[in-house]
């Protein structure tokens, strides 16, 4: 089961450089790493699905969220300084509006769900150390089974692609502009989207949850669900920083059944 389809891609199109083709790999390690790391709390961490989020507190964050992303450069997810507080605020919001942390507070219309996770404290430390896991164990499980596959042919493309592959290190936390954050008080925010997520895949293979308990029982896929049953908008917002001298998180996810359109 796929997590995102892309009926469009084909081998052709994949990168022949043996470099990009690792770096490739690493990026799709990296995304899938922190869906991962931001979806398994009720499967790993004792978290729950919370909804009856109010309307009118998930709307304003949704359209906080949106100011943020505008405000921000192409180049950087570093928010300005005119933005921090909006950051500040919706970080602070489990305090303000009495919002567990680790949990998901979801808020739900037909064919549009959101969901938004915070995490504070020791909650924090945990995701980074699971999202490195993550990586780790995906990066690793790809580099024995490309030897496997292509060692053995002596091809100078495969057996470079293989030494690029080994040379691959990513700290998550780095990524993250995790020291960057804590050093200089900053709010960081970065996103990921795509037009069709496996909604299926979400809830079985992450979150170990019926799909209905994510989007509601109206815009449940039937028992026998087709490709496009399954097929939800989605993008994800992480926004980190201090608050309070204390590290904060918040992912806000937005899902919209696919033939439905767009999302705000």
């Known amino acids: 089961m796929n997590m995102f389809d892309d009926p469009n891609e084909s081998p052709a199109e994949r990168p022949l450089n043996p470099a990009d083709r690792a770096k490739e790999k690493s990026d799709e390690f990296r995304m899938h790493a922190e869906l991962a790391a931001v979806f398994e709390g009720i499967r790993k961490f004792g978290a729950q699905l919370i909804p009856g989020l109010d309307p009118e507190l998930a709307r304003e964050a949704q359209r906080t969220f949106a100011r943020l992303e505008k405000s921000k450069s192409v180049e950087s ?7 921090m507080a909006d950051a500040s605020g919706l970080l602070k919001l489990p305090e303000v509006r009495d919002l567990s942390t680790n949990d998901y507070h979801i808020h739900r219309r037909p064919g549009e769900v959101m969901i938004f996770r915070w995490l504070a404290g020791s909650e924090v430390e945990t995701f980074y150390d699971r999202i490195q896991a993550h990586f780790d164990a995906a990066l690793t499980g790809c580099r024995e089974e490309e030897r496997h596959e292509h060692e053995w042919k002596q091809d100078p493309q495969q057996l470079a692609y293989l030494t690029a592959l080994d040379a691959v290190e990513v700290k998550m936390a780095e990524r993250y502009l995790r020291e960057i954050i804590r050093t200089h008080k ?18 079985d293979y992450i979150m170990s949850v019926p799909v209905g308990d994510i989007v509601g029982p109206k815009s449940a896929p039937p028992s026998e669900p087709t490709e496009a049953d399954l097929a939800w908008f989605f993008k994800l917002f992480s926004l980190r920083g201090i608050v309070d001298g204390a590290e904060r998180m918040c992912f806000f996810t937005y899902l919209q059944k696919s033939d439905d359109g767009f999302g705000e």
């Open 77 to 83: 997810p570093v928010l300005p300084e005119q933005s």
């Open 186 to 203: 900053i709010f960081v925010l970065s996103t990921q989207s795509a037009d069709e997520l496996n909604i299926a895949y979400l809830a």
